[in-house]
C-alpha cells in the first residue's frame, strides 16, 4: 500500500514568526518507503516514475537514484520548492467509513 507525504505549518521564510498554523503544501502522493540514514539523509521512495516526477516537481528537491528523492532542511524545517515546513505526516490512504 502506498503511502502520502503531507507537509504542513508551512512559511515563506524559515525566520517568520509564526501567528497562526500557516499552510500545506499540495499532498505528495506515491510513497512506498521513508528512509533516514545516520540522522542526516532522508530519502524518500516512490511506486512508479510518474509519481517521483509529481513529488520532484512539487518540492524540488534533488534526486537519490532514480526512483528516490532526498529531502532538504533548512534549520528545523523541512524546505520544498522555496517555502519552509514545520510539521509533516505520512501516512496510508483511509477508506471512507460512512
Not at 15 to 34: L, N, R
Amino acid at each position: 500500500m502506498n503511502m502520502t507525504l503531507q507537509l504542513y505549518h508551512g512559511r515563506d521564510d524559515s525566520g517568520q514568526v509564526m501567528d497562526d498554523w500557516g499552510f500545506e503544501a499540495e499532498p505528495i502522493e506515491g510513497v512506498t518507503s521513508f528512509i533516514v540514514t545516520y540522522m542526516t539523509d532522508y530519502t524518500i521512495a516512490f511506486e512508479n516514475r510518474e509519481a517521483y516526477l509529481k513529488a520532484k516537481k512539487i518540492t524540488g528537491w534533488d534526486s537519490w537514484d532514480e526512483n528516490q528523492l532526498r529531502m532538504s532542511f533548512r534549520d528545523d524545517m523541512i524546505e520544498a520548492d522555496g517555502k519552509f515546513y514545520g510539521d509533516w505526516s505520512l501516512s496510508t490512504p483511509r477508506e471512507n467509513s460512512i
